[in-house]
């Protein structure tokens, strides 16, 4: 089975802070995904990314960077957060483009103080 | 600009009821149309996904309706278990590109 690995399941951080999410896949996929979850808008794809050191931005980039140095990890960077990124974070991985499943973690969340 | 609109925001139904949730998308370049199922506390997991080139697909009590021509899909859930109780997302991509966009969510309810 494939297994996607979130660092936190909880996570308080103050305004201003620089935050990492850290992702590890364990199924040598190609693209990983870091999502956001909001009640009422569903997930939002903030960016992804078909390769190491490739990034693509998504639908929300804004306040948000990432970094991918190896293929299994994907890190999802808040430059400095602020009290509207309060969410929970989803990390996904898939296997090729398109057509195929994504794999989720079971998710940060995170709370900007 | 939300591309796949979702309804109902919420669902409840009687155990052995038949569940119904609707998409609509706006982008006629989407041609991957997957349901993911996600339990409190779980990351959403892939339940059942269709092609535009059939307009239904089965897997046990879970069915996708398609309809192009109206740019909607909806899954049934016949049967419908306690177990099933959890938050329903469709989305839609473009296989060559891979990103999904997804729909906002219906949480079901499925009382004993």
């Known amino acids: 089975d494939v297994k996607v690995t979130q660092s936190s399941r909880y996570l308080v951080k103050r305004t201003g802070e620089k935050v990492f999410l850290e992702c590890v896949q364990d199924m040598d996929h190609e693209n990983m995904f870091w999502y956001r979850q909001d009640p009422g808008l569903g997930l939002r794809l903030i960016y992804f990314s078909y390769d190491v050191k490739m990034k693509e931005k998504g639908d929300i980039p804004e306040g948000y960077s990432v970094s991918r140095e190896k293929k299994e990890r994907f890190s999802l960077i808040l430059e400095s957060a602020s009290t509207n990124q309060t969410s929970m974070y989803l990390c996904?991985?898939?296997?090729?483009?398109?057509?195929?499943?994504?794999?989720f973690g079971d998710g940060t969340r995170l709370s900007i103080l | 600009q939300q591309q796949v609109k979702q309804s109902p925001q919420s669902l409840i139904v009687q155990k052995g009821g038949i569940s119904i949730i609707n998409c609509a998308y706006e982008?006629?370049?989407?041609?991957?149309f997957p349901w993911y199922q996600q339990f409190p506390g779980k990351g959403p997991a892939l339940l059942i996904a269709?092609?535009?080139?059939?307009s239904e697909k089965k897997e046990g009590r879970f069915t996708i309706s398609f309809n192009k021509s109206a740019k909607q899909f909806s899954l049934h859930i016949m049967d419908s278990q306690p177990g099933d109780s959890a938050t329903y997302f469709c989305?839609?991509?473009?296989?060559?590109?891979?990103?999904?966009?997804f729909g906002q969510g219906t949480i079901l309810t499925v009382h004993p």
């Open positions: 269709i092609r535009p080139d059939v």
């Open positions: 982008n006629t370049a989407f041609d991957y």
């Open positions: 996904a991985s898939s296997l090729t483009r398109g057509g195929q499943p994504q794999h």
């Open positions: 989305a839609a991509s473009q296989v060559s590109y891979g990103k999904l966009t």
